[in-house]
Antibody
Framework: EVQLVQSGAEVKKPGESLKISCKTSGYTFDDYWIGWVRQTPGKGLEWIGIIYPQDSDTVYSPSFQGHVTISADKSIATAYLQWSSLKASDTAIYYC??????????????WGRGTLVTVSS | EIVLTQSPGTLSLSPGERATLSCRASHSLKTNFLAWYQQKFGQPPRLLIYETSTRATGTPDRFSGSGSGTEFTLTISSLEPEDFAVFYCQQYEISPYTFGPGTQVDVK
């Protein structure tokens, strides 16, 4: 069974750094693009970016480029989303999601359960 | 960036009724790279339809997708109690692969 297991909820202060994870199993990690989506009550679902673990090719939304970093560790089949300096506006649920096929441009068929990130002073 | 608009914002229907949800793109999609997701409270989105009209594994055949260019539709032929949720469309033709704001289908 294909599974994406995300790390637990985080509470951070503005300016702090954070790295959340998405551990995958049940498929060949290298072969599928895996991405991140943000969900907030006010802005709905926002596509952050995507990575191809085989060669670490990464595509970011311009709205998030420069503020987050997406990475992947093939040795442990895990994808990451990280911030070097959090803002209060980063408060949201973050989902990792795997693409349906081995294509960058694709729908996401497998989703993690989400990681709630709260940034507050 | 392609902006997706969904209508209506909320659809109030009874079980057994037909639901028609609309998704409009700010730019014409040359491909059929549009997906529909269902999200229930406290759960991640679930892929229902991809490539405009292909049902994902496990999607009941009462769900169907259609459309092209800038106009896309998700139809639920006869609502079951478990179908009441929020539905999002997503285009994955041009990065960033944007989502619509969602249509909430609730019980009348």
């Amino acid at each position: 069974e294909v599974q994406l297991v995300q790390s637990g909820a985080e509470v951070k202060k503005p300016g702090e750094s954070l790295k959340i994870s998405c551990k995958t199993s049940g498929y060949t990690f290298d072969d599928y693009w895996i991405g991140w989506v943000r969900q907030t009550p006010g802005k709905g679902l926002e596509w952050i970016g995507i990575i191809y673990p085989q060669d670490s090719d990464t595509v970011y939304s311009p709205s998030f480029q420069g503020h987050v970093t997406i990475s992947a560790d093939k040795s442990i089949a895990t994808a990451y989303l990280q911030w070097s300096s959090l803002k209060a506006s980063d408060t949201a649920i973050y989902y990792c999601a795997r693409n349906l096929n081995s294509l960058e441009r694709d729908a996401c068929d497998i989703w993690g359960r989400g990681t709630l990130v709260t940034v507050s002073s | 960036e392609i902006v997706l608009t969904q209508s209506p914002g909320t659809l109030s229907l009874s079980p057994g009724e037909r639901a028609t949800l609309s998704c409009r793109a700010s730019h014409s999609l040359k491909t059929n790279f549009l997906a529909w997701y269902q999200q229930k409270f406290g759960q991640p989105p679930r892929l229902l339809i991809y490539e405009t009209s292909t049902r994902a594994t496990g999607t009941p055949d009462r769900f169907s997708g259609s459309g092209s260019g800038t106009e896309f539709t998700l139809t639920i032929s006869s609502l079951e109690p478990e179908d009441f949720a929020v539905f999002y469309c997503q285009q994955y033709e041009i990065s960033p692969y944007t989502f619509g704001p969602g249509t909430q289908v609730d019980v009348k």
